[in-house]
């Protein structure tokens, strides 16, 4: 069962010219065993978190975990010529917030910040991928 923390708070997103990136808050903020985000566009399933809290405690091994997702035009369309319509979603990374605190947290950069830290958890005993697609992504 996952409980929500009464004290959880959105940050927002980093789509402006700010000083401090909201992702550089994370391990700060966080007080909890595991540690996830979700960009502001996109959409997931009211199960994607729970599914992940359960494939981490599945495979206590694993650095962090991730969910499929369905990619989307701004419009909602799903065609891309050449490119599957399923991908996994970056920004469902659930990582272990000792893991997290461990590698340093999100790198400062711009874009892709999910995707690199990914690469880092690949180092720490790997992330584990749910294939259901959980979400949608623009």
Same mark, same amino acid.
């Given at each position: 069962?996952?409980?929500?923390?009464?004290?959880?708070?959105?940050?927002?997103?980093?789509?402006?010219?700010?000083?401090?990136?909201?992702?550089?808050?994370?391990?700060?903020?966080?007080?909890?065993?595991?540690?996830?985000?979700?960009?502001?566009?996109?959409?997931?399933?009211?199960?994607?978190?729970?599914?992940?809290?359960?494939?981490?405690?599945?495979?206590?091994?694993?650095?962090?975990?991730?969910?499929?997702?369905?990619?989307? /035009?701004? =419009? #909602?369309?799903? @065609?891309?010529? &050449?490119?599957? +319509?399923? %991908?996994?979603? *970056?920004? !469902?990374?659930?990582? /272990?917030? =000792? #893991?997290?605190? @461990?590698?340093? &947290?999100?790198? +400062?950069? %711009?874009?892709? *910040?999910? !995707?690199?830290?990914?690469?880092?958890?690949?180092?720490?005993?790997?992330?584990?991928?749910? +294939?259901?697609?959980?979400?949608?992504?623009?």
């Amino acid at each position: 069962t996952v409980q929500t923390d009464p004290g959880l708070q959105g940050e927002p997103s980093l789509h402006d010219e700010r000083e401090v990136d909201p992702l550089d808050l994370v391990p700060a903020r966080a007080r909890g065993e595991l540690v996830t985000i979700q960009d502001a566009d996109d959409w997931s399933h009211p199960e994607r978190i729970a599914r992940q809290v359960a494939l981490m405690y599945e495979q206590p091994q694993a650095a962090g975990s991730r969910s499929a997702a369905i990619r989307c /035009r701004p =419009d #909602l369309t799903r @065609q891309w010529f &050449g490119y599957s +319509p399923e %991908r996994m979603n *970056a920004s !469902s990374l659930m990582v /272990r917030r =000792d #893991l997290l605190e @461990q590698v340093g &947290g999100f790198d +400062p950069i %711009r874009k892709g *910040a999910d !995707s690199e830290l990914h690469e880092r958890l690949a180092l720490l005993g790997g992330v584990v991928d749910l +294939p259901e697609p959980l979400a949608v992504t623009r």
